[in-house]
T-cell receptor, first 118, second 107 residues
Framework: EAQVTQNPRYLITVTGKKLTVTCSQN?????MSWYRQDPGLGLRQIYY???????DKGDVPEGYKVSRKEKRNFPLILESPSPNQTSLYFCASSSEGLAGPSPWGEQFFGPGTRLTVL | KNEVEQSPQNLTAQEGEFITINCSYS?????LHWLQQHPGGGIVSLFM???GKKKHGRLIATINIQEKHSSLHITASHPRDSAVYIC?????????FGTGTRLQVFP
């Protein structure tokens, strides 16, 4: 089954304790992204990746790191989490837009990770 | 003012009703997406379009590029259509998302 998986699904942690949220896709997609979703603000992009070892900042990258060492995996790292990073996080992959390969084409989302930082 | 505005924010309907959700945007776009977020949180892509109309089952998406407006229609609505519907536009090198329309369909 074609899918994007994320782990963990739920996480409660404390300020300053480093954490990693894993993301993996089995569709051989070139492009992967991380979003956060907050009430009243909608989805906002944190980072995206155009290919292995190629990553770029989205709208809200502060406090986050990513890496893309393999095509299928795109982990999100919070090295020193703070309460303002409490949010619902989604990983997504994509391959095709309307005019060919594009990171902004049809998005395939993971199930989400609900993070609470105390 | 947000670059992508959706209306209404909340919508309730009786089963069988025809539903319309609107999306207006203020930036140049290459494509517009409609997404569905289920009560459990999962997000599914419904449509991606840049002109005209697309149909999938009971769902129809239209876009008017000149007016910078798109609509999502649901015909013969059903309680399983209850979800948050999100509009997003592809602007240069990013997707800009609306805040969603929460739809509840009652039997």
């Amino acid at each position: 089954e074609a899918q994007v998986t994320q782990n963990p699904r739920y996480l409660i942690t404390v300020t300053g304790k480093k954490l990693t949220v894993t993301c993996s896709q089995n569709m051989n997609h070139e492009y992967m992204s991380w979003y956060r979703q907050d009430p009243g603000l909608g989805l906002r992009q944190i980072y995206y990746s155009m290919n292995v070892e190629v990553t770029d900042k989205g709208d809200v990258p502060e406090g986050y790191k990513v890496s893309r060492k393999e095509k299928r995996n795109f982990p999100l790292i919070l090295e020193s989490p703070s309460p303002n990073q409490t949010s619902l996080y989604f990983c997504a992959s994509s391959s095709e837009g309307l005019a060919g390969p594009s990171p902004w084409g049809e998005q395939f989302f993971g199930p989400g990770t609900r993070l609470t930082v105390l | 003012k947000n670059e992508v505005e959706q209306s209404p924010q909340n919508l309730t309907a009786q089963e069988g009703e025809f539903i319309t959700i609107n999306c207006s945007y203020s930036v140049g776009i290459s494509a517009l997406h409609w997404l569905q977020q289920h009560p459990g949180g999962g997000i599914v892509s419904l449509f991606m379009l840049s002109s005209g109309k697309k149909k999938h089952g009971r769902l129809i998406a239209t876009i008017n590029i000149q007016e910078k407006h798109s609509s999502l229609h649901i015909t013969a609505s059903h309680p399983r259509d209850s979800a948050v519907y999100i509009c997003a536009v592809h602007n240069t090198d990013k997707l800009i998302f609306g805040t969603g329309t929460r739809l509840q369909v009652f039997p």
